[in-house]
């Protein structure tokens, strides 16, 4: 086993075509499947399922997708020091909307006055589910997850905070400020993105009561669904702190209801075989510290 082979088996694990790896890595074709054939005797594991034409990974070959992974880093972290090579760090971040927005620019702001030479990317991250797959595959080094626990033992996780979800309106759309199970199947709702967290919280108490709003609208953008609420288009459940400051200037009002919707709390994430590095120790103990301070 050498390093050629572990980066063409991480390319055809992440394309899941051997073609297309022997594009990528300007190899011959068959020098891929000659590759990847000596791992698995060398292993004695089968690492892919070729069913027809599509491959997929087995389980033996998500697990040594992990391995070979740390193992290219470690390379590449060994000559960077041998050689004292200043290449660019890049620190891979997932997180929802409202976080990105309303949270993460903070702490962003004080890591890199510490680091100003890592490059932040950030990755949408909507529910339990996709961060740990995003977490799993090396896509992500670290995620912000906003959704309602979930076990998830692959995944190292720290509890932030608890979530404020709210119903909120115009002040002038709604009589009562008290949101009853049949006051809300008379109005418009204007919801987040199918898949978001509380969405699939809020949806599922729905099903659960056998309500239906009389119409569901839904847009891409948090600042979209405000702008229209502000407008008298109908109600929508948020973060309370994605409208603290419209709440504030009397532009929206947040409405009381009696809806068992299960708690969303925000939880800093990473693989527990993850190598933490220093630039990701840091940046995890300054977003911890931060939101002690909410």
Not at 262 to 290: C, G, M, V
């Amino acid at each position: 086993m050498d390093l050629k082979q572990l980066q063409t088996f991480l390319t055809a694990a992440e394309t899941l075509s051997f073609t297309q790896t022997a594009q990528l890595l300007d190899y011959a074709q068959s020098s891929i499947t000659a590759q990847i054939k000596s791992l698995e005797e060398e292993l004695g594991v089968i690492l892919f399922e070729r069913l027809g034409k599509r491959v997929t990974l087995t389980d033996e070959g998500k697990r040594l997708q992990q391995y070979a992974q740390k193992m290219l880093e470690l390379n590449s972290e060994m000559k960077k020091a041998v050689s004292n090579e200043q290449a660019q760090v890049v620190l891979k971040i997932g997180a929802q909307e409202s976080q990105c927005v309303y949270r993460l620019p903070s702490i962003l702001q004080q890591y890199q006055k510490t680091y100003p030479q890592v490059k932040i990317i950030f990755k949408p991250v909507h529910t339990t589910e996709v961060a740990k797959d995003l977490l799993q595959s090396g896509n992500l080094d670290v995620a912000f997850i906003s959704d309602a626990y979930k076990e998830t033992p692959m995944l190292y996780r720290e509890r932030l905070i608890q979530e404020q979800i709210i119903f909120v309106s115009a002040p002038t759309s709604i009589k009562s400020h008290t949101l009853s199970a049949q006051q809300l199947s008379a109005e418009t709702m204007l919801l987040t993105e199918n898949g978001c967290s509380y969405r699939n919280q809020l949806e599922a108490q729905l099903q659960q009561e056998g309500l239906l709003p009389l119409q569901m609208i839904e847009f891409a953008s948090i600042e979209a669904i405000k702008q229209c609420v502000m407008a008298g288009l109908g109600i929508t459940f948020l973060p309370k702190m994605v409208v603290e400051k419209e709440l504030e200037d009397g532009q929206l009002i947040e409405l009381q209801s009696s809806f068992n919707i299960k708690p969303i709390y925000t939880d800093i994430a990473w693989h527990k075989d993850k190598h933490i590095q220093p630039y990701l120790s840091d940046f995890i103990e300054i977003a911890r510290n931060w939101y002690q301070t909410l």
